[in-house]
């Protein structure tokens, strides 16, 4: 049976990268003490989600530069005006399928889970789904 769990992020800032480590944690918690694969969806397409280092906080504001620095200079046609974001969200992603024991993520010692505002601030979901 498939079961789901949402959360909110709130961000504050255009571009920011936020650990939701425990959120997800929580989530994945509230549904299930078992072994697994969890699907984490961001609802949305200028966001995404990743996984990165969970150590240095400077990591954060380096990628944060970085993702600025890779959006091509191209003549986007999108009345939004946020074309950038579309574009990285495609790149980085709006989902990750991770596994967990025990109704525990599986995560290496550096790694934490990152919501990628690329177009905020904004008030964002995120969804957590174990199919057990
Ligand atoms: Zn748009």
């Known amino acids: 049976m498939l079961r789901e769990e949402t959360f909110s992020v709130r961000t504050t800032a255009r571009e920011q990268i936020l650990l939701i480590t425990p959120d997800v944690q929580r989530?994945?918690?509230?549904?299930?003490?078992?072994?697994?694969?969890a699907t984490i969806v961001v609802p949305h397409t200028t966001c995404a989600i990743s996984v990165n280092e969970n150590a240095d906080p400077d990591v954060l504001d380096d990628l944060t530069k970085a993702l600025r620095a890779l959006v091509p200079k191209v003549k986007f046609?999108?009345?939004?005006?946020?074309?950038?974001?579309?574009?990285?969200?495609m790149l980085i992603?709006?989902?990750l399928s991770w596994p967990?024991?025990?109704?525990?993520?599986?995560?290496g010692t550096w790694q934490g889970f990152y919501f990628v505002e690329l177009?905020?601030?904004?008030?964002?979901?995120?969804?957590?789904?174990?199919?057990?």
């Open 27 to 37: 989530a994945l918690g509230a549904m299930t003490k078992g072994d697994g694969i």
């Open 77 to 89: 046609a999108h009345g939004e005006g946020n074309s950038d974001a579309h574009f990285l969200s």
């Open 93 to 95: 992603g709006c989902s």
């Open 119 to 132: 177009d905020g601030p904004r008030s964002r979901k995120v969804t957590v789904y174990v199919n057990e």
């Open 100 to 107: 967990y024991r025990g109704g525990k993520l599986i995560l």
